[in-house]
């Protein structure tokens, strides 16, 4: 990984912990598999600390241009499976 999270430096220390284990575990689902329900809690809490929809394009976005790994489409495929295990 040769690249940074995107984070809002006025979040709270486990917001930041709670954003970058989101982001880390969508790098994971495109690397290897990962469990369905873990990235819709994970989602959740994301979803919690940035509530904005904008916000949340903003974040996918960058981590998108950074990495190459699309947190939006990893997202819709554990809304819309059916198995427990989610491999992008």
Excluded: C
Excluded at 62 to 80: D, N, P
């Amino acid at each position: 990984m040769n690249y940074e999270y995107p984070i809002d430096e006025t979040w709270s220390t486990e917001e930041i912990i709670d954003v970058v284990n989101f982001f880390s575990l969508v790098e994971k689902a495109h690397e290897t598999k990962v469990s369905r329900q873990e990235i819709l809690v994970l989602y959740n809490r994301f979803k919690q600390i940035v509530p904005s929809k904008s916000e949340e394009k903003t974040l996918f976005s960058q981590f998108e241009a950074a990495s190459g790994y699309s947190s939006y489409k990893t997202v819709k495929k554990a809304k819309e499976s059916k198995d427990n295990i989610i491999k992008m």
